[in-house]
């Protein structure tokens, strides 16, 4: 178990130091955060969204893709094909990060378990109908995430910045961006959150308290607060606004909404991308202490999901300046404005997914966002050599991935 926790922090690190360029490239390139800032938003959200709601994404790659029962008399292969898992995961997304290249982790790992039992089963005992669900997913990622930035920034720059009332507009519309940042959150994170806070009222004051209302009381609340704080913000704002995009006051407001929703993306990759790293030792731990293969689902160890948790946060805070550049400075030119809305349709289409259990790639969803906001500002500005290199990266992820977990695990099985 002592190996396979290393291996699994080896994979967890390297997914830090690739992925979480995806929850904070924008804001970097964008100027709304530093590095240094992004790196402690990032490694306190990223953490608390993996130990939050961390286990559903793990459960689906731990026993759906391939089928569990097939390894009934033979518990130790699976045990060998997910150390292979994780070797093969943890190299691949090293060499990517070495090129900065973003690629997702969740086809490294699907890959990678998919290419262990080809080996040790056959290709027939593959679950490929589970493979074709996450790739369908996978596909529609990008056009679902691009959609929903395009949209948002469409009407952000037909109602406030297009607009030469601009300010006058800003102001009327700070409630309703205070609406959308808190209801999409409130919505898929808030009610889950508030059940724990509801039991302990029932169990200890007596006191029922329906969880829908903490959500929505919570939600009510932050608008107002966020409302009356960004209309001070412009109401102190004085002098004339500065041609630069920084030091514009529209700019320099989208700047905190932006932050925020960074920790929206953040909290979100949390929450999915700690499945990529921590499925593998899930399996592992359940083999190690039954001996027996998880026929029906995994309960996740506590201490599994942490050291998940601590190997991202180590990776991004030593290695996870790369990617970041590639994501925030080498698609498009970024402001504020548009980095807000890429990273809330980032948010909403990832965290929606890992409610649901499907592990979603978050390299999809940010490059997609960016590509839907650049589409809407103009075509010109998208750096296409870029885009290219990464999807080139993101098609041969799978392959690549499954012939080394597959020459891995020939060798581990040798051994």
């Known amino acids: 178990m002592i190996i396979a926790g290393l291996l699994s922090f080896y994979l967890a690190f390297n997914l830090g130091a690739n992925d979480i360029a995806n929850a904070m490239g924008t804001s970097v390139g964008s100027k709304a955060v530093t590095l240094k800032q992004a790196m402690i938003i990032a490694g306190v959200l990223e953490f608390a969204g993996a130990v939050l709601f961390g286990g559903g994404v793990t459960e689906t790659l731990g026993t759906k893709i391939a089928h569990p029962e097939l390894f009934i008399t033979t518990p130790r292969t699976l045990l060998l094909g997910m150390m292979a898992v994780l070797i093969s995961s943890g190299l691949w997304l090293q060499l990517a990060t070495a090129l900065s290249l973003p690629v997702s982790s969740s086809h490294a790992v699907v890959g990678a378990i998919a290419g262990f039992t080809w080996v040790a089963t056959g290709v027939d005992n593959i679950d490929w109908q589970a493979i074709r669900t996450i790739t369908l997913i996978w596909v529609l990622t990008p056009i679902v995430s691009a959609s929903i930035a ?9 109602y406030i910045l297009s607009p030469t009332d601009s300010q006058q507009r800003l102001q009327e ?14 919505a898929i994170v808030l009610v889950p959150l508030a059940e724990p806070i509801t039991r302990f009222f029932d169990q200890q004051v007596g006191l029922q308290i329906p969880p829908h209302s903490i959500a929505i009381f919570t939600i009510v609340l932050g608008i107002i607060v966020m409302t009356i704080y960004s209309w001070k913000q412009v109401e102190n704002t004085t002098g004339q606004i500065s041609a630069s995009p920084i030091h514009n006051l529209i700019e320099g407001l989208f700047a905190k909404f932006q932050l925020l929703s960074a920790c ?13 790293a921590i499925a593998p030792l899930a399996v592992i731990s359940y083999i190690d202490q039954t001996q027996k293969v998880p026929i029906h689902g995994i309960t996740v160890p506590g201490w599994v999901i942490i050291l998940g948790g601590v190997g991202i946060v180590s990776g991004l805070g030593i290695w996870g300046r790369k990617v970041i550049t590639t994501i925030g400075e080498h698609i498009i030119p970024l402001q504020p404005s548009a980095g807000f809305c890429a990273e809330l349709a980032t948010a909403t289409t990832v965290l929606l997914a890992s409610r649901l259990g499907l592990p979603v790639s978050t390299s999809h969803g940010i490059i997609g966002s960016i590509v839907g906001v650049g589409l809407v500002q103009s075509p010109r500005l998208i750096n296409f050599s870029t885009i ?3 999807t080139a990266a993101w098609l041969i992820t799978v392959p690549v991935s499954a012939f080394i977990s597959a020459l891995i695990f020939i060798i581990i099985r040798i051994v």
């Open 150 to 158: 395009g949209i948002f920034y469409s009407i952000i720059q037909n």
């Open 388 to 390: 290219r290199g990464i």
């Open 264 to 276: 929206f993306v953040a909290f979100a990759h949390g929450a999915n991308d700690i499945g990529n």
């Open 173 to 186: 519309w700070i409630p309703w961006l205070s609406v959308i940042v808190l209801s999409i959150f409130g």
